[in-house]
């Protein structure tokens, strides 16, 4: 199975049931897939086609769900870039990616346009806020169905960038066979189902992010409550309201919420685990 289909197949099954919560916003998985839809469409009318990659930049919001499996299921890859990107870092990562598209907000598309006559082949930019701009306009003109190309488990689904630590950072590609084999790991190793609800903290553009918070829900059918930027009372805040009942994040995150002052005032009892990385858990 490749992470289009499975995405297909998880907004039949759940339809009804809510897949995104942003700020007061609620989008369904039947509404999710519309959107999809519609946006695949868009890239393919841009010339987007199995075998591209496409760069994704944006934080924690639905117009980065929308535009991680609009990408996938055209057969394209998409690459994930961290929304700190400078130009400097953008020239790079655009160039060496071969990304063909960008999809980003109005006000980061301009760190692109510091470094556009650089980039041969990354041409088109898709603005994913701006009314005017041919995303919104899609969303809600579609075409709002998509029939997907002949996509293979063990084809290019992702690219992400390592740290760069010794030179400048490599682009690791991760196949959909890789990322559907993830996706299962919340439902089979915690019993992940529709009734689960998780607190999308991390960037969705870090794989950690977006295995745990995105492909699992999907798979499982659960609500990502999508926080783009946060603060630990906020955090609470979000608890509470959504009744989540599960949260991804490194350590440092679950010992400021440890020792927040005022912690005790809100009600996270729906809270049932947490899943934790990147660094060791103290004690």
Request: charged residues 20%; contains cysteine; negative net charge.
């Given at each position: 199975?490749?992470?289009?289909?499975?995405?297909?197949?998880?907004?039949?099954?759940?339809?009804?049931?809510?897949?995104?919560?942003?700020?007061?916003?609620?989008?369904?998985?039947?509404?999710?897939?519309?959107?999809?839809?519609?946006?695949?469409?868009?890239?393919?009318?841009?010339?987007?086609?199995?075998?591209?990659?496409?760069?994704?930049?944006?934080?924690?919001?639905?117009?980065?769900?929308?535009?991680?499996?609009?990408?996938?299921?055209?057969?394209?890859?998409?690459?994930?870039?961290?929304?700190?990107?400078?130009?400097?870092?953008?020239?790079?990562?655009?160039?060496?990616?071969?990304?063909?598209?960008?999809?980003?907000?109005?006000?980061?598309?301009?760190?692109?346009?510091e470094i556009r006559d650089e980039l041969p082949?990354?041409?088109?930019?898709?603005?994913?806020?701006?009314?005017?701009?041919a995303f919104q306009q899609a969303l809600s003109?579609?075409?709002?169905?998509?029939?997907?190309?002949?996509?293979?488990?063990?084809?290019?689904?992702?690219?992400?960038?390592?740290?760069?630590?010794?030179?400048?950072?490599?682009?690791?590609?991760?196949?959909?066979?890789?990322?559907?084999?993830?996706?299962?790991?919340?439902?089979?190793?915690?019993?992940?189902?529709?009734?689960?609800?998780?607190?999308?903290?991390?960037?969705?553009?870090?794989?950690?992010?977006?295995?745990?918070?995105?492909?699992?829900?999907?798979?499982?059918?659960?609500?990502?409550?999508?926080?783009?930027?946060?603060?630990?009372?906020?955090?609470?805040?979000?608890?509470?309201?959504?009744?989540?009942?599960?949260?991804?994040?490194?350590?440092?995150?679950?010992?400021?919420?440890?020792?927040?002052?005022?912690?005790?005032?809100?009600?996270?009892?729906?809270?049932?685990?947490?899943?934790?990385?990147?660094?060791?858990?103290?004690?």
């Amino acid at each position: 199975m490749h992470l289009g289909r499975m995405f297909e197949e998880s907004c039949g099954r759940f339809a009804g049931h809510v897949a995104l919560i942003h700020n007061d916003r609620t989008i369904t998985y039947r509404e999710l897939n519309a959107s999809v839809n519609a946006i695949s469409n868009q890239l393919h009318r841009m010339g987007i086609e199995k075998g591209n990659q496409v760069a994704l930049m944006l934080p924690n919001c639905p117009e980065f769900v929308i535009s991680y499996f609009a990408i996938l299921k055209t057969g394209a890859s998409v690459v994930t870039l961290n929304v700190q990107s400078t130009p400097h870092e953008l020239k790079h990562l655009l160039g060496n990616s071969d990304a063909k598209a960008l999809i980003t907000t109005g006000a980061m598309s301009r760190r692109y346009e510091e470094i556009r006559d650089e980039l041969p082949l990354c041409r088109d930019v898709l603005i994913t806020d701006q009314p005017e701009e041919a995303f919104q306009q899609a969303l809600s003109q579609g075409p709002f169905d998509f029939t997907m190309p002949d996509i293979h488990s063990d084809d290019p689904a992702v690219m992400i960038y390592t740290a760069g630590l010794t030179g400048k950072p490599l682009g690791a590609v991760l196949t959909h066979r890789n990322l559907t084999s993830q996706s299962r790991l919340l439902k089979n190793v915690y019993g992940g189902s529709e009734e689960y609800v998780s607190l999308a903290v991390i960037p969705l553009y870090h794989t950690f992010g977006t295995s745990v918070n995105l492909l699992g829900c999907i798979y499982a059918g659960a609500s990502v409550v999508l926080m783009d930027r946060f603060t630990l009372e906020g955090i609470f805040q979000a608890i509470e309201r959504n009744k989540v009942t599960f949260i991804a994040a490194v350590p440092r995150l679950f010992l400021g919420m440890l020792f927040m002052e005022g912690a005790k005032k809100y009600d996270t009892g729906s809270l049932d685990f947490c899943i934790t990385g990147g660094s060791k858990m103290p004690p």
